[in-house]
């Protein structure tokens, strides 16, 4: 520990810097606590972690040790629509290397990782698991949704008001009043999108207290969680109980398990394979598919059914939904506040709502909410949320319509005519392609909001948000960039999607495809900047688009 060095004279610099920035020599030789704070008031589900961070403190103050907080990027995946959606994937490897960096450089003993939102949470797990130092994760908490009077909104209800406006089913100042209020306070966005999976997933596998997520970022329970963790993480550090000995391939497995049985967003295929391939663990798309596909659906939240964040935690939150599936859990997995899963489930007695978390004997689907699709367009794999999908929808076969960009789609949508039986076919949004893997979270809204998702397929070699909903089929392998087969459909090649038999063709020959991929000719996307160097070495969607941290 650091308190080991502050005698050595080779510290010195050390100490002279420390004592530079306000440290005492004896606050030099406790136990060295650095808060990696992801806080920015341009993200409303990070603009809580300043004040959140100094109840941290002083649980660490308080416990013995000596804290030092530092910042990482973390920008929202919402605001980048239409304007920087190409950095938001690769700031997860960014997010994760800027941590870890400053860990190594300022050799903190331990860590408490304050994040919330979509690919800070990934990116912190991974330069936890890169550090494997004690540490602890806590998340902001939930965002209040808006209650109009009538209905309760939140945030993917504005996605889908941009096509019910289009279609002129809402008027000018309805849309003006939700852009305004949907997104009602500071916290995460009150749904199951990606950035609540993801905090959910970060508690199932132990690193993160339970109910951090689903607490509402405003509520005295989050000021009394950050001051455990500050205590917490001083014992950890004492104790050198490490991210490793808490996370481990059968904890992972837990919340892979969780997230499919609570209808999670499919984002979390990208970031769990990612996860465990950093940790060493072998994690592919197929095995991903194993590990969930026979767990029962237990809820779903918004924007897969009418209840939101906070609604989930008052039915019971995270420990009633892993309690309808503990017979499918690894219960000896420690959790970092203490015991393991089985004895916080042995002891949980929360009331339970039944009406929204069922049990494993009533589920909502008997086997699990993603399905993993293979045929002639995706050899390598796609994904798509099945428990966000009408079941009209399951098969489907029909013409399709290309583009090379999610521009192409979008000014398409708002000037021409989708007909209903078509397949929507986005290309050259892969990791490589975009570059960056855009998510095609606004056109997707726009179809429900259009009425469309009960008549038209959306696939793509890019993702979707995980506030997405429909027939949208996404992480197409290999992707178009890479010459995969999906470069070579064309308008009006028949393609058949079978969620029950897990396969995505077109009705073309293998030949077919191969003559065709020949006289492919690349759109221009352009790659500048570090878009260039992700572009040079990302791995594909299958095994978590990985950057800096994959293997070369």
Known sequence: MQKDKVKEQTQGYFVGLMNACGFRNKDLRKPLIGIVNSYTDVNPGHRPLKELANYVKEGIWAAGGTPGEFNVPAPCDGMAQGLGMHCVLPSRDLIAASAECMARAQGFDGLVFLCSCDKIVPGMLIAAASLNLPCIFLTAGCMLPYDDGQNIFVTPDLKESIGAHNIGKISDEEFSCYKENICFSSGTCSMYGTANTMGVFSEVIGITPFDSTTTLYCSSAKIKQARTVGERIVELVQKNICFNDIVTRNSII?????????????????????????????????EFDEIQKDIPVIAKFKPSSKYNISDYHKAGGVGATLKSIKRHLYLDEKIVMGGSLGEYLDKFNKRVNTEIIHTEDDPLYPDGCYSVLYGNIAPGGCIVKKSGVEPS??????????????????????????????????????PKGGPGMREMSIPAAMLVGMGLHTSVAMITDGRYSGATRGPCIGHITPEAWDGGPIAAIQDGDIISIDINTKTINVDLSDDEIAERLKNIIRPNHPAKGVLNAYRQIVSGADTGALWLYGKK
């Open 254 to 286: 837990n919340g892979l398990r969780h997230v499919s049985a609570t209808g999670g967003s499919s984002n979390a295929q990208l970031h769990v394979c990612a996860l465990a391939n950093v940790m060493g663990i072998s994690l592919s798309l197929k």
């Open 393 to 430: 929808m399951f098969k489907h076969t029909g013409p399709a319509v290309c583009f090379d960009s999610e521009e192409e789609l979008q000014d398409y949508m708002v000037n021409k005519k989708i007909e209903p039986g078509c397949v929507l076919v986005i290309r050259y949004e892969g």
